[in-house]
């Protein structure tokens, strides 16, 4: 006859196992948790791309948000002009001489703001016919740095964009890469001078690629008070593999 076997099960036993289970459990929770958060972290690691501070647009609602344009007009430069060498008066201790050893009566001794002039004499910016020197700057031949901040009412608008020529070294390895191009658009809407502030791959020809490119390139320009006006603007250029 067969006997059938109880397997002991009840309060006492649950009492018994419930500290091990539960540890186990913790443990398996809190070490899937860290393992979610490490993937997530590590996958934003290796897709992170730096965003340079020059592809941020700025939206202006109002021109009355904006303060006072700043100065356009070519300053004149400086001119430095050498002074001209002059000796020094001699200042030695007068020595008392008899009356008939003197050769002028009549000598008249320089005053101290007479003596300022001497040594340094009044310098003037006036040519020899008395004309003033006047230096002029084409106003269209001024560029501001790229950093400077212009008021505009009306953006530059690309209307014609050239595609770059993708590089070869970059094009037999396979590689793919963003360039950040920063342009000078002239009144015209010609682009006068472009460079490279930021390359996800430097040293594959990326940045001479896109600068060759932004020259070719045509804007519509700034507009300030109704008249067009030259100001930098900044646009990223995308190389993929499916431009080739």
Excluded: H
């Excluded at 084409?138 to 008021?151: G, H, L, R, S, V």
Aim: glycine content about 6%.
């Amino acid at each position: 006859m067969a006997q059938a076997v109880r397997i002991p099960y009840g309060a006492f036993e649950l009492k018994r196992f419930y500290q091990r289970n539960m540890l186990m459990g913790t443990g398996f929770a809190a070490g899937l948790t860290i393992l979610c958060i490490l993937s997530v972290w590590l996958y934003k690691v290796i897709t992170y791309e730096e965003i340079d501070e020059a592809s941020r647009v700025i939206r202006i609602k109002t021109i009355a948000d904006l303060g006072a344009p700043p100065s356009l007009a070519a300053k004149p430069p400086q001119i430095d002009i050498a002074k001209p060498e002059m000796a020094m008066p001699k200042v030695g201790i007068p020595t008392p001489v008899a009356d008939e050893e003197v050769a002028d009566e009549d000598v008249v001794i320089a005053t101290r703001d007479e003596l300022k002039e001497i040594t340094a004499p009044a310098i003037t910016t006036t040519s020899d016919a008395g004309q003033e020197l006047v230096i002029d700057i084409p106003e269209e031949d001024y560029m501001p740095p790229a950093d400077t901040f212009i008021a505009v009412e009306v953006e530059p608008v690309q209307i014609y964009e050239e595609t770059p020529e993708y590089p070869r070294l970059a094009r037999d390895g396979g590689f793919t890469g963003n360039v950040i191009i920063q342009a000078f658009v002239s009144k015209d809407g010609s682009v006068k001078k472009a460079q490279a502030v930021k390359c996800t791959r430097p040293g594959m020809g990326f940045e001479e690629a896109a600068i060759k490119a932004a020259y070719k390139g045509r804007w519509k320009p700034a507009i300030q008070n109704g008249n067009p006006i030259g100001v930098w603007v900044a646009y990223t250029v995308k190389f993929e593999l499916g431009d080739m």
